[in-house]
Nanobody, 122 residues
Framework: QVHLVESGGGLVQAGGSLRLSCAASGTIFSINVMGWYRQAPGKQRELVAFKTSGGSTHYAVSVLGRFTISRDNTKNTVYLDMNSLKPEDTAVYYC????????????????WGQGTQVTVSS
């Protein structure tokens, strides 16, 4: 069984910064992609950023230059450093990992955290 636990959300004023963390634990053989999604009230969940095991990164246009994703593969942990936060960044942020539980697992399967609230006040 795999668990993803997020931390670091909270309330911050516009222009401020937050750091989100997500640690994956349980039966894990290898992790391919780790990333962050967010869902604002009344909107669909959207990709924020992801980082592959090889180091490639991808960001949503709306966060380019403000957010930075990083990973500590030794700890199965992904981070999201969020700077210059805007009220429109307010959302529940979800951690995602595509991983294989066992060496004989044929596919990387997606797992999700329960989400952490980020609120940016104007």
């Amino acid at each position: 069984q795999v668990h993803l636990v997020e931390s670091g959300g909270g309330l911050v004023q516009a222009g401020g910064s937050l750091r989100l963390s997500c640690a994956a634990s349980g039966t894990i053989f290898s992790i391919n992609v780790m990333g962050w999604y967010r869902q604002a009230p009344g909107k669909q969940r959207e990709l924020v950023a992801f980082k592959t095991s090889g180091g490639s990164t991808h960001y949503a246009v709306s966060v380019l230059g403000r957010f930075t994703i990083s990973r500590d593969n030794t700890k199965n942990t992904v981070y999201l450093d969020m700077n210059s936060l805007k009220p429109e960044d307010t959302a529940v942020y979800y951690c995602n990992a595509e991983l294989r539980e066992y060496s004989y697992s044929r596919r990387f399967l997606p797992y999700w955290g329960q989400g952490t609230q980020v609120t940016v006040s104007s």
